[in-house]
């Protein structure tokens, strides 16, 4: 079955030290991985997205995400956490085309992020 | 990125009564959409797929004479919440898919609230 695990309800950083937000995929094929953020009572925005290519993936607003297949991990990281990033964020995997899911997206439970001054 | 919007943002509304929700991709024809609920701290459950021109594909247990799923046009897609009852209040956020298929992210809308009294 697939699945994306988020082992961490909460994670809590300082302003300008490095953070990291876990996420772990279970996925039948080549996965497709995603992170979103949301902010209370928004839509979901679009960080960055593994496809294939090069491990180390950069996105919006600073953030950057390790692809690991041995460990089938795909962390969230920032060099420098700014109190503004303190949201909550969703991993998510989409199987390959040729899956019945085309298209749709397997969401972890979420990490709220707190960057506290 | 692709804007998605919703509308409306937010809505209360008497148990036994429909409501709907529209929601648009702005700037791209999108064929797929999907609807999610979310409810408080916790992550999207997907409700259905929405394809341009034919009829929704509903996640198992979700109710289709419920959930009406209208996908019209390839910049529209409609869901109507039908004798909504107080347990059908949560936050309702739909997606697109953007240009490239299934190999591309999907773009959230802000969400619509909906409060069942």
């Known amino acids: 079955a697939q699945s994306v695990a988020q082992p961490e309800d909460q994670v809590n950083v300082a302003e300008g030290n490095p953070l990291t937000v876990k996420c772990t995929y279970s996925?039948?094929?080549?996965?497709?991985l995603f992170w979103y953020v949301q902010y209370p009572n928004r839509g979901l925005q679009f960080l960055l997205k593994?496809?294939?290519?090069?491990?180390l993936v950069k996105g919006s607003y600073g953030f950057e995400a390790e692809f690991n297949k041995s460990q089938t991990s795909f962390h969230l990281k920032k060099p420098s956490a700014l109190v503004s990033d303190s949201a909550l964020y969703f991993c998510?995997?989409?199987?390959?085309?040729?899956?019945?899911?085309?298209?749709?997206?397997?969401f972890g439970q979420g990490t709220t992020l707190q960057v506290k001054p | 990125g692709a804007v998605v919007s919703q509308h409306p943002s937010r809505v209360i509304c008497k148990s036994g009564t429909s409501v709907k929700i529209e929601c648009r991709s702005l700037?791209?024809?999108?064929?797929?959409m999907f609807w999610y609920r979310q409810f408080p701290k916790q992550s999207l459950m997907l409700m259905a797929t929405?394809?341009?021109?034919?009829?929704?594909?509903?996640e198992q247990g979700v109710e289709k004479d419920k959930f009406l799923i209208n996908h019209a046009s390839l910049t529209l897609s409609t869901l109507t919440v039908t004798s909504a009852h107080p347990e059908d209040s949560s936050f309702y956020i739909c997606?697109?898919?953007?240009?490239?298929?299934?190999?591309?992210?999907?773009?959230f809308g802000p969400g619509t609230r909906l409060t069942v009294l």
């Open positions: 997606s697109a898919l953007g240009a490239g298929g299934s190999y591309n992210e999907q773009f």
């Open positions: 996925v039948s094929g080549n996965p497709y």
């Open positions: 593994y496809i294939t290519g090069d491990n």
């Open positions: 998510a995997v989409r199987a390959t085309r040729g899956s019945s899911n085309t298209g749709k997206l397997i």
């Open positions: 700037d791209f024809q999108a064929t797929t």
């Open positions: 929405s394809n341009e021109g034919s009829k929704a594909t509903y």
